[in-house]
Antibody, heavy 119, light 109 residues
Framework: EVQLVESGGGLVQPGGSLRLSCAAS????????MSWVRQAPGKGLEWVAN????????YYLDSVKGRFTISRDNAKNSLYLQMNSLRAEDAAVYYC????????????WGQGTLVTVSS | QSALTQEASVSGTVGQKVTLSCTGN????????VGWYQQISHGAPKTVMF??SLPSGIPDRFSGSKSGTTASLTISGLQPEDEADYYC???????????FGGGTKLTVL
């Protein structure tokens, strides 16, 4: 059974940093693109970043470029999102999501981790 | 402003057939298959359709289709447990990013 379990969320002050983690199991993690998607309170889903199987190709939402870094450790079956210079508008539930082999959509999602940005 | 356009709300009665639409352009829906995600009471999203394929465990009253730059999710035989927010998404090669619709709130009357 595919499982994606996020952790690392919490309360951080504006300008602060946070590192989210996603522990993957139930599939060959190193074989799939992975992604972070967020949802601000009362808002819709918003894609944040993608990373290729080997970690050598990444894509970011324009508003997080230069502040967020997506990475992965295939040996640990883990996905990460390093978030720096956090802003109030980054407050959201962050979901880890998995792509299938050849699709441009997600087949599995984690349960999410809440990031609150406030002084 | 979302890159993909969905109805804000749709409603139907139990047993009815409803269709949700998702409109994009040639850079996204016109080029790639679309995923549909169900979110109940702001819980974790759940994939209910990718392309025209049904994920394992999803009832076959859900079906998907695409014509040009518009994708559709049809629920035949609406059930009370189908009440949720539904989002569509695909890749946009011009934006080099995953794009979402703003979501459709489906109400089962």
């Amino acid at each position: 059974e595919v499982q994606l379990v996020e952790s690392g969320g919490g309360l951080v002050q504006p300008g602060g940093s946070l590192r989210l983690s996603c522990a993957a199991s139930g599939f060959i993690f190193s074989s799939y693109w992975m992604s972070w998607v967020r949802q601000a309170p009362g808002k819709g889903l918003e894609w944040v970043a993608n990373i290729k199987q080997d970690g050598n190709e990444t894509y970011y939402l324009d508003s997080v470029k230069g502040r967020f870094t997506i990475s992965r450790d295939n040996a640990k079956n883990s996905l990460y999102l390093q978030m720096n210079s956090l802003r109030a508008e980054d407050a959201a539930v962050y979901y880890c999501a998995k792509y299938p082999g050849n699709g441009k959509y997600f087949d599995y999602w984690g349960q999410g981790t809440l990031v609150t940005v406030s002084s | 402003q979302s890159a993909l356009t969905q109805e804000a709300s749709v409603s139907g009665t139990v047993g009815q057939k409803v269709t949700l639409s998702c409109t994009g352009n040639s850079n996204n829906i016109g080029y790639y298959a679309v995923g549909w995600y169900q979110q109940i009471s702001h819980g974790a999203p759940k994939t209910v359709m990718f392309g025209d394929s049904l994920p394992s465990g999803i009832p076959d009253r859900f079906s998907g289709s695409k014509s040009g730059t518009t994708a559709s999710l049809t629920i035949s035989g609406l059930q009370p447990e189908d009440e949720a927010d539904y989002y569509c998404s695909t890749w946009d090669y011009k934006l080099s990013g995953q794009v979402f619709g703003g979501g459709t709130k489906l109400t089962v009357l």
